[in-house]
T-cell receptor
Framework: NAGVTQTPKFQVLKTGQSMTLQCAQDMNHEYMSWYRQDPGMGLRLIHY???????DQGEVPNGYNVSRSTTEDFPLRLLSAAPSQTSVYFC???????????FGDGTRLSIL | KNEVEQSPQNLTAQEGEFITINCSYSVGISALHWLQQHPGGGIVSLFM???GKKKHGRLIATINIQEKHSSLHITASHPRDSAVYICAVRETSGSRLTFGEGTQLTVNP
C-alpha cells in the first residue's frame, strides 16, 4: 500500500519563485490536510479539505493555496516563496474526522 | 500559553527503563492522539483515545478527561524507541487537531 505520497522530498527555492507540493493518497480518504513543522513549534495546519471540491483555511494559510479536484490529490501551492516559508511540510489524510491520521514522509523546503 | 503542553521536552533514558511522557491540554476535547516521529521524519499514529487506557505492545496511553491530562508510557524501553512523541487534541467544537511541541526521547543502549 502506498498510503500518503508526498513529492518532492527536498526542494530549494529562491525568494519569489512559485512551486507546488504534491500529495496523493490511495486509501479513499475524504479528509486531507497540509501542516508545516518548525523548530520549537507543534505542527500547524495550513489548509484542509473535507472532500473533493471543498477546502478551508487552517491556522497559517497566508501565502499558500490548495485545491481538491479529486479525492486522491491535494496539492499545496506556494504563490511567491518567502524565507519564512522554509519548513518541513506534511500532508495527512484520514477516512473521516475523528479517525487516526496517516502522514506522508514530509517535504523539506528551503527558501533562499 | 499553548493549548497543548507536553513534558518533558527532552528525555534521555537507559535501555530497559520505564518511560512516561505527559500531555496537558486546556480545552474540551473529543479525542487525543499520540504520534511518533522517527529521526527520518516520518510520522505515525500510535493511539487515539477519548477515555481510559489503551495498550499496544510495550506502549500504554492513558487519559483523564476531568484533569485534562494524558500520559504515554513505554515499558522496557529500547534504543529503537528513540523518536519525537507528539500529543495532539481534537477540540469538541471543531474538526482540527492542535499539536504539542513534542518530546524528544533518546534511549541509550
Amino acid at each position: 500500500n502506498a498510503g500518503v505520497t508526498q513529492t518532492p522530498k527536498f526542494q530549494v527555492l529562491k525568494t519569489g519563485q512559485s512551486m507546488t507540493l504534491q500529495c496523493a493518497q490511495d486509501m479513499n480518504h475524504e479528509y486531507m490536510s497540509w501542516y508545516r513543522q518548525d523548530p520549537g513549534m507543534g505542527l500547524r495546519l495550513i489548509h484542509y479539505s473535507v472532500g473533493a471540491g471543498i477546502t478551508d483555511q487552517g491556522e497559517v494559510p497566508n501565502g499558500y493555496n490548495v485545491s481538491r479536484s479529486t479525492t486522491e490529490d491535494f496539492p499545496l501551492r506556494l504563490l511567491s516563496a518567502a524565507p519564512s516559508q522554509t519548513s518541513v511540510y506534511f500532508c495527512a489524510s484520514t477516512l473521516r474526522v475523528g479517525q487516526p491520521q496517516h502522514f506522508g514522509d514530509g517535504t523539506r523546503l528551503s527558501i533562499l | 500559553k499553548n493549548e497543548v503542553e507536553q513534558s518533558p521536552q527532552n528525555l534521555t533514558a537507559q535501555e530497559g527503563e520505564f518511560i512516561t511522557i505527559n500531555c496537558s491540554y486546556s480545552v474540551g476535547i473529543s479525542a487525543l492522539h499520540w504520534l511518533q516521529q522517527h529521526p527520518g521524519g516520518g510520522i505515525v499514529s500510535l493511539f487515539m483515545l477519548s477515555s481510559g487506557k489503551k495498550k499496544h505492545g510495550r506502549l500504554i496511553a492513558t487519559i483523564n478527561i476531568q484533569e485534562k491530562h494524558s500520559s504515554l508510557h513505554i515499558t522496557a524501553s529500547h534504543p529503537r524507541d528513540s523518536a519525537v512523541y507528539i500529543c495532539a487534541v481534537r477540540e469538541t467544537s471543531g474538526s482540527r487537531l492542535t499539536f504539542g511541541e513534542g518530546t524528544q526521547l533518546t534511549v541509550n543502549p
